[in-house]
T-cell receptor, first 113, second 116 residues
Framework: EPEVTQTPSHQVTQMGQEVILRCVPI?????FYWYRQILGQKVEFLVS????????KSEIFDDQFSVERPDGSNFTLKIRSTKLEDSAMYFC???????????FGQGTRLTVV | AQTVTQSQPEMSVQEAETVTLSCTYD???????LFWYKQPPSRQMILVIR??????QNATENRFSVNFQKAAKSFSLKISDSQLGDAAMYFC?????????????FGTGTRLTIIP
């Protein structure tokens, strides 16, 4: 069964460092998302991406965040200068063109120290 | 803005029994989707069941069923014949149809414990 794959599963980084989280969505999906879950809290929408541009972003997704699809298969989330409060589980998701179900990856746990 | 509320932070049920998890939401829209996602200890988000608001019939998936009350803006999940593998966080979620670009708004989750 096709699945969304995220790497790495766990990343530890020092405050102020740049980090890139990687995702390989399901191959024929066209809509891509990043969500964030701070430990013990609910899952929050960060950004959606379609046709090589951002469709929608939340207020969490400030200038420190960026997304791109560099090679037509990977979908990345970059945090330019990490803060302690960026520590969270980051989930990538993708969706069929006209479907209603988002498929999630297994998540990347980001720890900023 | 749409909000999703799960008023039960934790629930427990005996194995093989039935449990109902509650969810309410707030929206002024008439057409939308509702979902229950399961998050086991592995942390992956797994879709359990979905409901289209325009459908009056309640969705079912094997042991999982929903009670969708549109007027009351209520969307509860019933798990029948609970199994140990059902232990997880359960998140209720909402999205608006938007030509495939539907973002999900999640509730705060309910932690379900299965007692052997």
């Amino acid at each position: 069964e096709p699945e969304v794959t995220q790497t790495p599963s766990h990343q530890v980084t020092q405050m102020g460092q740049e980090v890139i989280l990687r995702c390989v969505p399901i191959s024929n999906h066209l809509y891509f998302y990043w969500y964030r879950q701070i430990l013990g809290q609910k899952v929050e929408f960060l950004v959606s991406f379609y046709n090589n541009e951002i469709s929608e972003k939340s207020e969490i997704f400030d200038d420190q965040f960026s997304v791109e699809r560099p090679d037509g298969s990977n979908f990345t989330l970059k945090i330019r200068s990490t803060k302690l409060e960026d520590s969270a589980m980051y989930f990538c998701a993708s969706r069929w063109p006209w479907g209603t179900e988002a498929f999630f990856g297994q998540g990347t746990r980001l720890t900023v120290v | 803005a749409q909000t999703v509320t799960q008023s039960q932070p934790e629930m427990s049920v005996q194995e093989a029994e039935t449990v109902t998890l509650s969810c309410t939401y707030d929206t002024s829209e008439s057409d939308y989707y509702l979902f229950w996602y399961k998050q086991p200890p592995s942390r992956q988000m797994i879709l359990v069941i979905r409901q289209e608001a325009y459908k009056q019939q309640n969705a079912t998936e094997n042991r999982f069923s929903v009670n969708f009350q549109k007027a009351a803006k209520s969307f509860s999940l019933k798990i029948s014949d609970s199994q140990l593998g059902d232990a997880a966080m359960y998140f209720c979620a909402y999205s608006l149809p938007n030509f495939g670009n539907e973002k999900l708004t999640f509730g705060t989750g309910t932690r379900l414990t299965i007692i052997p």
